[in-house]
Nanobody, 121 residues
Framework: QVQLVESGGGLVQPGGSLRLSCAAS????????MGWYRQAPGKQRELVAT???????NYKDSVKGRFTISRDNAKNTVLLQMNSLKPEDTAVYLC???????????????WGQGTQVTVSS
């Protein structure tokens, strides 16, 4: 099985920065897309950013220009650099990965447990 472990969350003042990291471990043949989602209390989970194995990225409109997603394919890791943070960015941030266990098998979406990001003065 594959595990995704996030780190890097915490409390930051408005305008500050955080960098989230998510590492996948286990029996992995390859990983297709990886991404970050977030869920605030009482709200639905929403897409923040995704990145393909080739490096193509996609962002939620409200984070464009402030957040940057990147990945290290050799380390099965995805990062989210968050700058100019706002109180409305407060949420649990979860990473996911579309993992292939064999060359010919399909990819399975796997989720991490999440890391709390709180933006407050």
């Amino acid at each position: 099985q594959v595990q995704l472990v996030e780190s890097g969350g915490g409390l930051v003042q408005p305008g500050g920065s955080l960098r989230l990291s998510c590492a996948a471990s286990g029996s992995i043949f390859s990983i297709n897309a990886m991404g970050w989602y977030r869920q605030a209390p009482g709200k639905q989970r929403e897409l923040v950013a995704t990145i393909t194995s080739g490096g193509n990225t996609n962002y939620k409109d409200s984070v464009k220009g402030r957040f940057t997603i990147s990945r290290d394919n050799a380390k099965n890791t995805v990062l989210l650099q968050m700058n100019s943070l706002k109180p409305e960015d407060t949420a649990v941030y979860l990473c996911n990965a579309d993992v292939k266990y064999t060359q010919l098998g399909r990819a399975y979406r796997t989720w991490g447990q999440g890391t709390q990001v709180t933006v407050s003065s």
